[in-house]
């Protein structure tokens, strides 16, 4: 899905910044608006989303309904680390009623689930320290567009703020959590570009479990496994990030064939000399590869505007 809003947006707008194309699609990626890429992400977030909150917020409704439940679930998705035992318990919904709500916002196309991978614990759970054996395997939920998100990350919780045209304050705090909103699309935008990268995988995604959290991993057919880290940073990283994602490895015996980097604005002089067929590292301009042989199939259906 989001390879396909990806190209559908770059179909719209031809920009050939690769960092900025993801920096506006994080915003606007799945409305299936033509924008201005000229004028600066601050001011077309107030001029297109906020000036047409009415709009927007009546669409968004007829996919949420007006369950205040839901809206406060959804944000705590969009604001969380998406597992979903941890937005109940931050949203005060008992399991039984959460899970009801994603069923149905997964069913209206909001929502849509990644599971889990950790390994359960097959001991005795009387032999196990407590926090072991309390420990829950919780599945993730992910929001079907990147507008979606943005939407519940800035936009639905300063709802008073929107309709008194109280624009600041929404727009400074997206200045404040701007990059680490934007790295998560990187994420699910590497992910697609691990996955181009090779024929076939038996699975990807991000992997977490109780001790650890990595942003991709993958096996091929042939058994081979492939983990990934990303970094939407403005400087280039180092072979500290490197030992960081072994280390972590380590942890979880993990024994991966192929280490696979993505970084924004790529990587130092040491870390490119070690690359090599088991050591990937893709930077921004990359991404382009995402856009090969793009057309007017890719375009998508979107959201509509006064």
Request: aromatic share 12%; glycine share 4%.
């Amino acid at each position: 899905m989001i390879k396909q809003q990806f190209r559908s947006f770059y179909f719209f707008h031809m920009i050939h910044d690769i960092e900025k194309l993801i920096e506006y699609f994080s915003v606007f990626g799945g409305l299936g608006w033509d924008i201005n890429i000229d004028t600066s992400l601050e001011e077309l977030i107030q001029t297109q989303i906020l000036d047409n909150f009415g709009t927007l917020n009546n669409q968004i409704l007829d996919l949420t309904t007006t369950e205040p439940a839901y809206t406060k679930l959804l944000i705590t998705l969009a604001r969380g680390d998406r597992r979903i035992f941890s937005a109940f318990n931050k949203s005060g919904v008992s399991n039984l009623y959460g899970g009801l709500s994603l069923k149905h916002l997964q069913s209206t196309g909001v929502l849509e689930a990644e599971y889990s991978r950790e390994e359960p614990v097959t001991k005795d759970k009387n032999k196990l320290k407590r926090e072991v054996a309390r420990h829950r395997i919780s599945h993730k939920m992910r929001f079907t567009s990147p507008f979606l998100r943005f939407w519940f990350y800035f936009v639905a919780p300063m709802r008073s703020d929107v309709e008194k045209g109280n624009y600041e304050r929404v727009i400074e705090n997206f200045r404040k959590h701007h990059q680490a909103f934007v790295g998560y699309t990187f994420e699910e935008l590497s992910n697609e570009m691990m996955k181009s990268k090779f024929s076939k995988l038996i699975d990807s995604g991000s992997y977490w479990d109780r001790h650890i959290e990595i942003d991709l991993m993958a096996r091929t057919l042939d058994d081979k496994l492939i983990i990934g880290e990303c970094k939407w940073k403005n400087h280039k990283i180092n072979k500290k990030e490197l030992n960081r994602l072994q280390e972590k490895c380590e942890k979880v015996d993990f024994k991966p064939d192929i280490l696979m980097l993505f970084a924004k604005r790529g990587f130092s002089k040491e870390l490119l000399s070690l690359a090599d067929k088991n050591l990937r590292l893709y930077s921004c301009e990359d991404f382009e590869d995402l856009l090969k042989n793009v057309s007017q199939a890719d375009l998508i259906q979107g959201f509509e505007r006064e």
